[in-house]
């Protein structure tokens, strides 16, 4: 009888067995990108083809989707692969170096909650480039393992398969749940939050994080000195923007309107255009637009942008949109932004872990990295309207 933790399943292609071992400590979205990375090395997969689809994979290699995604993602920060939108995702024209070189043999894995992870895709994907430029660099190998809400129970099997911690750390990005965080520590791996909500949920954890705070009160200022008072915000309600965003407000003495606001939920990344879209119609049916608008991000805003345009309302003439982060969404005219660096958010936090992990924790729990306010063609004074 096989041995539980042999347990693999497989197919045959060009007369080669490709294996993945179910219980195996290394993660199974760890074992897909090697097999994909040979499949590059071997020539099978040629620079400027197209991959199989995820259902594809799963259904050929006997996984989940959701593994298949992990490893895509990973693949595609460093370089090995590149999404094109619908049409699919390809090998790149010149895969990295270090992507077809020998796995290290030391393991760092990045958590994240699925449904986050799906819908911020190209910022975390900048995250984990930075985490595992950071990390190659040290000898440490950067895996990618996401979960969803109610897999809490999973981490430890994953992490510490047998009882025994199969990784030499831990890093945390987005929104996850502290259940998610007390299992890390009591497998006494140290661990490092990117990018979390701040709050009390998990105190004495160390994190590293974007100055939302400072970066959207600057834009409302702008915004305020153009002479706009009526100004909505389109994003997530539980976020630390429409915190600031609120808190923003009361400090320039602006009322707080609800029919201003409206509020996103997760989607995948193409949807997210959609929701944006949707939003804007949403404010709209109110009966009175703002005269300028923060959205949550980029991709958001592409879709608030086209709701617009349908809708014959010229920006910034009638109306200002200043968008968070920069996800590599174009609009025109180009938007004014609230930019901050996740690859240096990545590396500094993959350095931070080694350090704690060393012995040399950092003087302050919470790093706050700055974010910088980009003046785009989407924001001008209320009188040129």
Not at 25 to 54: D, N, Y
Not at 231 to 259: N, P, T, V
């Amino acid at each position: 009888m096989r041995h539980p933790a042999r347990m693999s399943v497989g197919y045959e292609a060009r007369g080669l067995t490709k294996r993945i071992i179910s219980r195996a400590a290394t993660p199974i979205g760890s074992q897909l990108r090697s097999l994909l990375i040979e499949e590059v090395k071997g020539g099978r997969l040629t620079p400027g083809s197209k991959i199989p689809s995820e259902r594809e994979l799963a259904l050929r290699y006997g996984i989940s989707r959701a593994s298949v995604r992990d490893s895509i993602a990973l693949l595609i920060s460093e370089g090995v692969l590149v999404r094109a939108g619908v049409r699919g995702t390809f090998v790149a024209e010149r895969p990295p170096q270090f992507a077809v070189a020998a796995q290290a043999t030391r393991n760092i894995v990045l958590l994240a909650n699925r449904n986050v992870f799906d819908f911020f895709q190209f910022r975390y994907s900048e995250i984990q480039a930075g985490a595992g430029s950071e990390l190659r660099s040290r000898g440490y190998n950067l895996v990618l393992h996401s979960i969803q809400d109610g897999e809490e129970r999973l981490v430890r099997e994953a992490l510490a398969p047998g009882g025994k911690p199969c990784v030499d750390g831990c890093l945390i990005a987005g929104k996850i749940r502290r259940q998610v965080f007390e299992t890390v520590r009591e497998l006494g791996l140290p661990v490092m939050l990117i990018d979390r909500v701040p709050g009390g949920e998990m105190q004495g954890a160390y994190s590293i994080r974007a100055d939302y705070i400072s970066g959207t009160h600057a834009a409302m200022r702008h915004l305020h000195a153009l002479g706009h008072r009526d100004i909505g915000f389109i994003g997530f309600a539980d976020s630390q923007k429409y915190r600031a965003y609120c808190q923003g407000l009361k400090q320039l003495r602006i009322a707080y309107e609800s029919d201003f606001v409206d509020f996103v939920e997760l989607f995948d990344l193409p949807p997210a255009m959609l929701a944006g879209y949707r939003s804007l119609q949403t404010i709209q049916s109110r009966g009175r637009l703002p005269t300028a608008l923060l959205v949550t991000d980029d991709v958001v805003a592409v879709g608030v942008m086209e709701a617009l345009k349908i809708s014959g309302v010229p920006v910034p003439e009638q109306i200002s949109v200043v968008c968070f982060d920069d996800l590599g969404q174009s609009t025109i005219p180009p938007l004014t932004r609230i930019r901050f660096d996740r690859e240096e958010a990545g590396r500094r936090a993959a350095r931070t872990l080694l350090d704690i992990a060393n012995g040399k924790p950092p003087e302050v729990n919470d790093i706050i990295l700055p974010v910088e306010f980009v003046h785009g063609l989407s924001t001008a004074t209320v009188n040129s309207r």
